[in-house]
T-cell receptor, first 110, second 114 residues
Framework: GENVEQHPSTLSVQEGDSAVIKCTYSDSASNYFPWYKQELGKRPQLIIDIRSNVGEKKDQRIAVTLNKTAKHFSLHITETQPEDSAVYFCAATFDNDMRFGAGTRLTVKP | DGGITQSPKYLFRKEGQNVTLSCEQNLNHDAMYWYRQDPGQGLRLIYY???????QKGDIAEGYSVSREKKESFPLTVTSAQKNPTAFYLC?????????????FGEGSRLTVL
């Protein structure tokens, strides 16, 4: 079936450094790629998204890039802070549903 | 407040029992979804519904059933046929199909089979 692969599964960085999480997807027809952040014990919440007609999108310290030819997209967090520590999920739409990657546990060390 | 509400938050079940998880939204969203979350496996799609009285299986529908009799409600039944039901279950909704934008999640229901 359709799937989304996400790497790495865990990522530890020093406060102030950058973090990059990468995802690949299988369906070339996918056209919407959101990223969700899930803090411990809380619901996932959308932090940024990108559509297939755009190659890059930025919102303050976070940015997402999309390479449709290679079918991969990435999340970039700059100047990381301890409150960025959470599990991050990438996702891609397939027909009318959304499939998620396995998640990346990001730890930002003070 | 507008939002999506799941209940119960915690649920314990004996083996062989069916259990139903509630999901209600007052966002006037057409589409609703059920995901299962296990450690290290992310969110896996169980069922989704784009419109009242219609729903489709996701990747792991076996042992689960759903109904969509009302726009605002999408209950999930975990049947005794589900071999490993202990998990965290998340319900979500979106305005129309998943392609149209953000999924809004409930706070989840944690099911433990004793």
């Amino acid at each position: 079936g359709e799937n989304v692969e996400q790497h790495p599964s865990t990522l530890s960085v020093q406060e102030g450094d950058s973090a990059v999480i990468k995802c690949t997807y299988s369906d070339s027809a996918s056209n919407y790629f959101p990223w969700y952040k899930q803090e411990l014990g809380k619901r996932p919440q959308l932090i940024i998204d990108i559509r297939s007609n755009v190659g890059e999108k930025k919102d303050q310290r976070i940015a997402v890039t999309l390479n449709k030819t290679a079918k991969h997209f990435s999340l970039h967090i700059t100047e990381t802070q301890p409150e960025d520590s959470a599990v991050y999920f990438c996702a891609a739409t397939f027909d009318n549903d959304m499939r998620f990657g396995a998640g990346t546990r990001l730890t930002v060390k003070p | 407040d507008g939002g999506i509400t799941q209940s119960p938050k915690y649920l314990f079940r004996k083996e062989g029992q069916n259990v139903t998880l509630s999901c209600e939204q007052n966002l006037n969203h057409d589409a609703m979804y059920w995901y299962r979350q296990d450690p290290g496996q992310g969110l896996r799609l169980i069922y989704y519904s784009q419109i009242v009285n219609d729903f489709q299986k996701g990747d792991i529908a076996e042992g689960y059933s759903v109904s969509r009799e009302k726009k605002e409600s999408f209950p999930l039944t975990v049947t005794s046929a589900q071999k490993n039901p202990t998990a965290f279950y998340l319900c979500a909704s979106s305005i129309r199909t998943a392609n149209t934008g953000e999924l809004f999640f409930g706070e989840g229901s944690r099911l433990t089979v004793l």
